[in-house]
Structure formats: C-alpha cells, structure tokens
C-alpha cells in the first residue's frame, strides 16, 4: 500500500556530505515510524536512525552525530543527511516504514521498504 521512493545516492569523498530521500508517492508519513538502514555485501543489515511520528529521532551511538534523519514541512518525505562521510559508509541505504510505533519495531519487521540506493565513499 505503501511505494517508498529513494533518491539522492552517488559517489563522495571521505569527509563529504550526502542527503537521502525517502518519499511515499506524496502521501503522508506522519504516522509512521520511519528507519533508515545500511547494508553492504556479505553483512548484516544496520540501523542507522530512525524518525518517530512526532518527529524525535533516534540513532545508534556509533552514528549519532554523523547523521541525521528528519522529514519535510509537508511530512511527505523523509530525510538522511549523511556528514563526515567515511569509506566504511559505503553500501546500500535502504528506507522503511511501519504504522506501528518506533518503540516497538525491530529491524526485520517494518512493512515497507525502498528498494535502496548507493552511496560510494572513496578518495
């Protein structure tokens, strides 16, 4: 019921900035808990921030800092910003939302997801 669509991926240099998006077709997502995660090849999936429904966020202590996940005026999409990039960065970032509350997802169980996009973090 819900297509969320990513943009924003592409190749940085150490030290560099990048902003992802996460939209849902114009609809809104205030209701949702939204996640992003990182994945590269042969690893585990990792959260890497998450945006409640009344606009809190929350990272990992090994991100926060570093990125930051917020939403549009419209709530209509949502954001990472990703500073101080470092070539550990590197993978796939995945977008995902659920109705239920942030407090209760874990990783495997948000309902949607984007399809995910690049980001390439080399010198």
């Known amino acids: 019921q819900v297509q969320l669509v990513q943009s924003g991926g592409g190749s940085v240099q150490p030290g560099g900035s990048l902003r992802l998006s996460c939209s849902a077709s114009?609809?809104?997502?205030?209701?949702?808990?939204m996640a992003w995660f990182h994945q590269v090849p042969g690893k585990e999936r990792e959260w890497v921030g998450s945006?409640?429904?009344?606009?809190?966020?929350n990272y990992p202590a090994s991100i926060k800092g570093r990125f930051t996940v917020y939403r549009n005026n419209a709530k209509t999409t949502v954001f990472l910003q990703m500073n101080n990039l470092k070539s550990e960065d590197t993978g796939v970032y995945f977008c995902?939302?659920?109705?239920?509350?942030?407090?209760?997802?874990?990783?495997?169980?948000?309902?949607?997801w984007g399809r995910g996009t690049q980001v390439t973090v080399s010198s």
């Open positions: 995902a939302a659920d109705p239920q509350s942030c407090s209760v997802m874990e990783d495997f169980d948000f309902a949607y």
């Open positions: 114009g609809k809104s997502l205030s209701r949702y808990c």
């Open positions: 945006l409640w429904a009344d606009g809190s966020d």
